[in-house]
């Protein structure tokens, strides 16, 4: 029964109206909001099929990003490996589509294997130089207990802020799978943003299922407390199971620098 009605939920964010394919495995729709001219992308983990990562964005949209400066959505399938091996995703045609938005940061949320899709998408727009550039320094990353191919030094101080988030159920003393490399990527880049920890308490995860708090980053209560479920974890969003979004209240500005301080005057001879 629950698997046919996600079945029907997943036809019915399939047709919904505005989204438009702009790359293999991108597609992007305008909210139609005025004033506001932020972006927001999520990058789906290994798997994620399309309409799944769809389903994502729209409600993180919904329950977080519809009362703050967002007005373009992209959603991007997950990678058909875990390690993204074939270059299958079209971030070329992301980035030019990116430039033909003028004004407002550009927010990206990557979980797992995405994060790799997202790097390449750092690197095409690095490449571009010029309003490549200028878009990376617009741009806040959390990379979702993800991973570190493809993101250098160089890429990270270019962006406005990056950040490294993995889950913690307090309850059970579990971590999600890739807390680790998160811990190790934060401490590496902490003057951009550095890392996040999530409360996951929540979750209702079993003990020693990093898994299952893997997708705790994508809704706040998985649906299978033993491990991940991909299709239900990025469509099934009720009011039991909302998306995680708490990652989301990070600042997106870099903290003010200090003016330096007024030199003191030479004493008199």
Known sequence: MIG????FVSTLW????????VGAGVSCRDTGRTGVYGTFIAYGGWGVKEAWARAWVDEIYRTALSRRGIRYLCAVRGPAEVDYAGREIGNAALASHLLT??????????????????????????????????????????????????LTPEIVARLRR???????????GTLSANAATMMALGARYASAGGVLEVNAARSGCAA?????????????????????????????????????????????NPPAIPPPAPKTPPAPP
């Open 4 to 7: 046919a009605l996600l079945a």
């Open 14 to 21: 399939t047709a919904a109206p505005g989204w438009t394919a």
């Open 101 to 150: 938005r003028q004004r407002g940061l550009v927010i990206i949320a990557a979980h797992s294997s995405g994060s790799f899709v997202a790097h390449e998408l750092f690197a095409e727009l690095a490449a571009m130089e010029g309003r490549g550039l200028a878009l990376l320094r617009r741009t806040v990353y959390y990379d979702l207990d993800g991973g570190e191919s493809g």
């Open 162 to 172: 990056a950040y490294f988030v993995y889950a913690d159920d307090s309850t059970t």
């Open 208 to 252: 020693g299922a990093k898994w299952c708090l893997h997708d705790a980053l994508v809704t706040e209560r998985p649906h299978n407390p033993e491990t991940f479920d991909l299709e239900k974890d990025y469509q099934g969003f009720l009011p039991d199971r909302p998306a995680a979004v708490a990652y989301l209240s990070a600042p997106w």
